[in-house]
């Protein structure tokens, strides 16, 4: 009778205990560090030269997607949804200061979008909405993980984790194609700027 009788509570202590070791796990606490860097550095008030916000994205974007496929499977205890940070004006002031800084090179032709199922051309895409989507799950996510409770953290971490496979690890691939080809293109352009035999180092054989 005993037995019976204080089960559920050694149940709820193991669950509790497997839970702060998810939320804690190093791939989270790595995963946390580099989302809480990309949402500080879409949220600053300086705007960079092109040149330079594409350059440090081309750093953060695939470090992200790697610690985001590291994560630990988490199953949430709560039925309701985590609570959510980013407000409609939050989400519009990332996308419409990135929507500047890219400017004509916002948009770009994507094939990995749902659209094309029923389209036989690319469809349009915009980095400023794809970086948008990416800040807002990151924002959510790490905002929770601020009040260091572990079943919000662990249910923040389920969902986060869930969107990055189904939703914006898609976009944040996608992205990474213009972001290249402006980076590229950049690179280029120095190299045609450059005479003959800067290029070759004016190698001297005396």
């Known amino acids: 009778m005993s037995s019976e009788t204080n089960r559920p509570e050694n149940i709820e202590i193991m669950e509790s205990s497997d839970t702060n070791q998810i939320v804690y796990d190093k ?3 790595d995963f946390v560090a580099v989302a809480v860097e990309c ?17 440090k994205m081309l750093k953060l974007l695939p470090l992200l997607y790697v610690k985001a496929s590291l ?10 949804p985590p609570a959510t940070f980013v407000r409609e004006e939050d989400y519009s002031r990332v996308s419409a200061k990135v929507g500047e ?4 090179e916002d948009v770009y032709l994507d094939v990995f979008v749902d659209d094309m199922k029923y389209s036989d051309r690319p ?12 800040y807002q799950d990151l924002r959510n996510f790490v905002s929770v993980y601020q ?21 914006w690890g898609q976009k944040l691939v996608n992205v990474l194609r213009p972001l290249h080809a402006l980076k590229s293109r950049g690179v280029n352009m120095d190299f045609t700027d450059m005479d003959e ?3 070759r180092g004016e190698v001297s054989w005396d």
């Open 27 to 29: 791939s989270v606490i």
């Open 39 to 55: 949402c500080v550095f879409l949220e600053q008030e300086e705007l960079l030269p092109r040149t330079e916000w594409i350059d």
């Open 71 to 80: 994560l630990p499977v988490a199953v949430a205890v709560d039925d309701s």
């Open 101 to 104: 800084l890219m400017g004509e």
């Open 123 to 134: 469809v349009s895409a915009f980095v400023s909405e794809n970086i948008a989507d990416i």
């Open 147 to 167: 009040f260091e409770l572990t079943d919000q953290m662990n249910d923040a971490l389920s969902v986060c984790r869930e969107n990055f496979l189904l939703f």
């Open 197 to 199: 035999d800067n290029i």
